[in-house]
């Protein structure tokens, strides 16, 4: 009985070890980019950890975000502000309980970018 609490506290442990862990090589790109810039910034920015283009791992892919939100007006400004906030402060419960860590180091413009480039994934 006792054993339970145990193995839920070591999976927070390890859980955190891991969150960290995917986060600690990463490297956020300083300055202005554009479109283009998006794939190799979320390699370097280390995402890719938790997110991939199709499938999910510890996050949903990019594509499922996209098409997530395609009953939206994927231009529009409050979206997109929306998606940045989530890239630079995180946060859970779309998706599930698990959490996606912030990113201090984006800046806001940045974090516009990527996720107009998330939007722009599934084109409807
Ligand atoms: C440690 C794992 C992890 C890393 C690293 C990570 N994410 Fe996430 N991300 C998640 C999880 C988990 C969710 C789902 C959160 C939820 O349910 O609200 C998520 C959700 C998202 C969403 C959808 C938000 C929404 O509310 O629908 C976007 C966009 C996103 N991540 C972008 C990024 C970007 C860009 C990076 C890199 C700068 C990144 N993520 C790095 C785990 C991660």
Redesign the pocket.
């Known amino acids: 009985m006792a054993v339970f609490p145990k193995v839920v506290a070591l999976n927070f442990v390890l859980t955190f070890f891991?969150?960290n862990h995917?986060?600690a090589s990463?490297e956020?790109p300083a300055g202005d980019i554009s479109l283009k810039d998006v794939p190799l910034?979320?390699e370097k920015?280390?995402?890719?950890?938790?997110?991939g283009l199709e499938e999910f791992?510890?996050?949903?892919p990019?594509k499922a975000?996209s098409a997530?939100?395609s009953g939206r007006d994927r231009s529009a400004e409050s979206l997109i502000n929306?998606?940045a906030y989530?890239?630079r402060y995180?946060?859970?419960?779309?998706?599930?309980?698990?959490?996606?860590?912030e990113?201090e180091g984006?800046t806001q413009e940045q974090?516009k970018i990527?996720?107009e480039w998330?939007l722009r994934l599934e084109k409807k």
């Open positions: 891991l969150l995917a986060n990463e956020i910034f979320v920015a280390r995402c890719i950890a938790c997110h791992r510890v996050g949903p990019w975000i997530m939100y929306y998606l989530k890239i995180g946060g859970a419960g779309v998706w599930g309980v698990t959490p996606m860590i990113y984006i974090a990527i996720a998330i």
